[in-house]
């Protein structure tokens, strides 16, 4: 393909965007069932090949992610904002104190670190967190204590 053919297609790409995005999405719908086999297989034959890479990439992210998280925050670990719990950092989950902010039921912290490091900043200081255990936040969600009982601890 030559350089102006790819201009040709971006320019004509631009142009006509909404064209363009519905006769993707109609494709799409048509060949449904044929993309979910060809995944599929796709999956099953590089299996070995995506575990490891994807393991070793989401850990540099999470690694990355907290020293960066550590140094905005300026501590030396994350702890439990109820109990003062820091034992391990997978036990630590963030409460959103604005439930609005959440992006959906399964919105957990220990997902975010999987992101790359821009779109875990950008998140990250998009919203307003506490840093609980999993026994507190659990807690919190029973009803067994509020919020407010933190007193000027939930900054």
């Known amino acids: 393909m030559t350089k102006n053919t790819k201009e040709y297609n971006h ?21 449904a069932e044929k993309n979910r086999e060809y995944n599929k297989k796709y999956r099953e034959s590089h299996r070995e090949y995506w ?4 393991s070793s990439f989401h850990l ?3 690694k990355k992610n ?15 904002k109820r109990c003062g719990y820091n034992e391990s950092f997978g036990s630590i989950d963030g409460h959103h104190l604005d439930s609005r902010e959440k992006g959906h039921k ?6 975010w670190f ?14 307003k967190l506490i840093f609980l255990c999993r026994n507190c936040h659990q807690a919190l969600h029973d009803g067994v204590w509020k ?8 900054e």
């Open 11 to 31: 320019n004509y790409y631009e142009n006509n965007k909404e064209i363009c995005n519905n006769l993707s999405k109609e494709w799409k719908r048509k060949n």
């Open 51 to 54: 575990k490891d890479r994807s």
């Open 60 to 62: 540099g992210n999470k």
């Open 66 to 80: 907290i020293e960066w998280l550590l140094e905005y925050l300026n501590i030396e670990k994350i702890s439990c």
């Open 106 to 111: 399964a919105d957990l912290l220990c997902h």
């Open 114 to 127: 999987k992101l790359i490091p821009k779109s875990f900043i950008k998140k990250f200081l998009s919203v």
């Open 147 to 154: 919020i407010e009982q933190l007193g000027g601890k939930n």
